[in-house]
Every structure is written in C-alpha cells, then in structure tokens.
C-alpha cells in the first residue's frame, strides 16, 4: 500500500513544524505540502529544513487548493476561521481532514458538521492518548459520584494560547456533564469575579492559567464531602499531539465521510 499523501496547513507554526517532524518518522505517512499565509517568511523555504529534519523537497506555499489537489488528508491546528476555509477545500477534494483548532464556535462547529456529510473530519481538543483516557475517567468519576462532588478544571498554558478556556479543558468539562447527563452549557461557569455567592450544586468550573512555555497542563478536580478527588495531565512535549492526528488521519482513510472524534479512533468513543 502507497504512502498516505498528507498536507500541513499552519506549517510555520509550533505544531505545523512539529507536524512535519513527525509525518518524516512516521511509517505510511508522507508530506507532500506544506501550507501558510500569504506573505509569510517561509513561502518558498523547504518544509523539513524549516521544521528541522533533512530536506524533504517539498516548498512551503501559500496556494491551499493545489496543496490539496494531490493529497489524500490534511492536518489543520490552525485558526477557526482558517480551519473553516479548509474544510471546505477537503471537503471538496474528499481529503481526511484531522482538526486540532481550538477555539470553535457554535456556528464554526455547523460548518464543520456540515463539511464532515462529503468527507471524513476528525475532531478532537485534544489529540493525545493520554487527554483521551482523561476524558473517559472523567466522565466515569462525574456518574459515580454524582453532583454532590463539586467539578472544577484548572489548565494553564504557554502565554501565547490565544484562546480560553482550552480546547481541552473544554473536552473534559463536556466529559463530565456527559457522565452527569446534564448539558455542559447551563452548568458551566467561566468566570468567578467579586461576590458571586455560593457556589451552585452540579455545576462545572474552568479555570484559566497563563504563562511561560507550558505545553499544556490539565486537573479535574472532584471536591466531595471530607475528601478530593484529583485527575490530572501534564503535556511535556506537543509531538504527542502531533503523533495522535497523524494516527487519526492514517485511521480515517478507511472510513466513511462523517465527523469523528479523536475517541473514535482510539476505540473509546461511548457512540452506540
């Protein structure tokens, strides 16, 4: 069986040079574009030198829709309205589309919806194997201890994360409203500011945390009665990110158009 062709978008950024490293060391999986925004410094610069590993001749570019034309899955951590433009374009070409963008909207997440009826697109907070199993024991913790254990999430990231909460915590407050089978948005507070009053019995805290370069860290913390429960992930390295979306776009070249979570490929999706 042939390489899968793969296209990076955001190849100048952290995660698209990260990306590019480990499509080169990935068996099955080869890069054949790497794209960024008109006007960048690295237009024209060849993607594994600009990445760090041997020359790969392939040239970054600003040109999406050729990029596309020749590949077979696109890994996007770029922008929402970015993430959006490109879905589009995959759609179009039936391309994998893996998207680790954080920062969606409702609408944005329609328009995702709506690309993932003409091609696979593969959706996750968080890519990392360890996020995922997170997850599960998050929602299992919130149904078996039920409201009267107060759920908090505290994440902290690099200061240049432009978005809070994170995609992840996110995840994870969705996970426990999920193992409650409560909707995350009429118990969610974000915001804890001068005198907010007692705290609401079964609603889910985020709490947001900045600086530095941390990759990621994530807690959830279950407070009961006379005792705390403490579930955590400490990300060291973004390439476990980059691991899990090469793996998802390797996993959907063999399923059918439709939107598919990082927990699917994975086998822990609670799907029926």
């Given at each position: ?20 490293r480990?499509?080169a ?17 690295e ?29 077979d ?24 589309h ?28 968080n ?7 997170l ?13 009267e ?124």
């Amino acid at each position: 069986m042939s390489d899968m062709r793969l296209v990076v978008v955001g190849a100048a950024g952290r995660m698209g040079r990260t990306l590019i490293r480990v499509i080169a060391e990935t068996a099955g999986a080869r890069l054949v574009a790497a794209v960024e925004r008109a006007g960048a410094a690295e237009l024209g610069s060849d993607a594994g030198v600009m990445a760090g590993v041997a020359a790969l001749d392939v040239a970054v570019t600003d040109d999406p829709l050729a990029a596309f034309a020749h590949a077979d899955g696109v890994l996007d951590f770029t922008t929402p309205a970015a993430t959006i433009h490109f879905a589009e374009l995959a759609a179009q070409a039936r391309l994998v589309h893996v998207v680790g963008t954080t920062g969606c909207t409702p609408a944005d997440d329609a328009k995702l919806a709506a690309a993932a009826r003409h091609a696979v697109l593969i959706k996750s907070g968080n890519m990392s194997l360890g996020v995922n199993l997170l997850a599960q024991l998050v929602r299992e913790a919130a149904r078996a201890l039920g409201p009267e254990y107060d759920i908090e999430i505290l994440e902290m990231h690099h200061r240049a994360k432009v978005d809070a909460p994170s995609g992840t915590a996110l995840m994870l407050g969705q996970a426990a409203a999920e193992g409650r089978r409560v909707p995350l948005a009429e118990h969610s507070v974000r915001v804890r500011d001068g005198h907010t009053g007692a705290r609401r019995l079964g609603d889910v805290g985020f709490a947001t945390l900045r600086g530095g370069s941390v990759v990621g860290d994530h807690t959830v913390i279950l407070a009961g009665p006379g005792e705390r429960i403490e579930l955590a992930h400490r990300a060291e390295d973004r390439s476990i990110f980059a691991r899990g979306a090469v793996k998802a776009a390797l996993w959907g070249m063999s399923r059918k158009p439709g939107l598919y979570s990082m927990a699917d490929v994975l086998g822990l999706s609670t799907r029926t």
